[in-house]
């Protein structure tokens, strides 16, 4: 049987996923995002998980892909397999929301797999960076896209060229990370949070992350168009009419999910 480097745990309507491989800092090899990826395919088709988390150990999120497996492949081993970032696309494909709450090391392909979930949580413990140009490769699970995206193109630049780290507080600055909290609060913060996302309606945290992500693939007009048409498709829904009536009634509303 094959090692767990992926520990699923639920808290109420929240998946946490944390990945495992601790004596080489969760290096992100493939058995180890063939089990992440079943582990988030799973909590996304659970209609009782409105929120799924990411995290590591205190001392590393993932210190980037396994170093020690790609070392001696050939050309045709990486893109003839797609070894590497076929596993990667799978947190794409996930419709709920995802928390990536990083303490420690997330270099190069853990900064990658950090900046896929929807937002980041930082530990003020947290150092971010795109280390590859030091192993004479690149970026190559989204971080010289995602990276500019986030933080713009002159600090993405410098971590891409230099392959320097950058601490939590300056990726706060810089609109890497949504917040930066103490260590030892991470996972009471990023807990609370995805539970507070779980609580919403599903149908609308699901639009709502869609609607966001439209905003990178498309223009302002033709994303303004598919969030309206998202907001007019969820009258539709009960959670809509309860969620109104209950603002109406000076209630909390009970939303079911539909
Ligand atoms: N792959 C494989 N093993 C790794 C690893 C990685 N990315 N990162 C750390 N490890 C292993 C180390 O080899 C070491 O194993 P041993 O105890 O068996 O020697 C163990 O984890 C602990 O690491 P260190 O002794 O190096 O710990 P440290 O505290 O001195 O340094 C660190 C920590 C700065 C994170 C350092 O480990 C490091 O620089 N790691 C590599 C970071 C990196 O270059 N990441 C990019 C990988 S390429 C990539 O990700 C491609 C992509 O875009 C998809």
């Not at 995002?33 to 995290?55: E, H």
């Not at 960076?129 to 990276?147: D, F, H, S, W």
Request: net charge negative.
């Amino acid at each position: 049987m094959s090692e767990a480097f992926v520990l699923t745990e639920t808290h109420g309507r929240v998946g946490l996923i944390t990945l495992n491989r601790p004596k080489a800092l969760n290096a992100l090899n493939d058995e180890l995002m063939n089990q992440l990826g079943a582990a988030l395919l799973d909590f996304d088709a659970n209609l009782d998980i409105g929120c799924i988390v990411i995290t590591g150990s205190d001392k590393a999120f993932a210190a980037g892909a396994d170093i020690g497996a790609m070392q001696n492949w050939s050309y045709m081993e990486v893109y003839g397999t797609d070894y590497i970032t076929r596993n990667w696309e799978t947190l794409r494909r996930v419709r709920k929301p995802v928390i990536a709450a990083v303490a420690g090391y997330a270099l190069g392909g853990g900064c990658e797999l950090a900046m896929m979930c929807d937002f980041i949580i930082a530990a003020d413990s947290a150092r971010f960076g795109q280390p590859e140009i030091k192993l004479g490769v690149i970026p190559g699970a989204g971080g010289t896209q995602r990276l500019p995206r986030a933080v713009g193109k002159s600090k993405a630049m410098d971590m891409v060229l230099t392959g320097r780290m950058m601490k939590a507080d300056e990726a706060e600055r810089a609109g890497l990370v949504s917040r930066v909290v103490p260590a030892a609060e991470l996972m009471n913060e990023a807990l609370e949070a995805a539970t507070i996302i779980a609580s919403m309606s599903l149908p609308s945290v699901m639009m709502a992350k869609e609607s966001v992500n439209r905003a990178y693939e498309s223009s302002l007009t033709e994303g303004v168009l598919f969030e309206r048409r998202a907001f007019h498709s969820l009258f539709a829904t009960y959670d809509q009419k309860e969620g109104m009536k209950a603002f109406l009634e000076k209630r909390s509303p009970t939303f079911k999910h539909e």
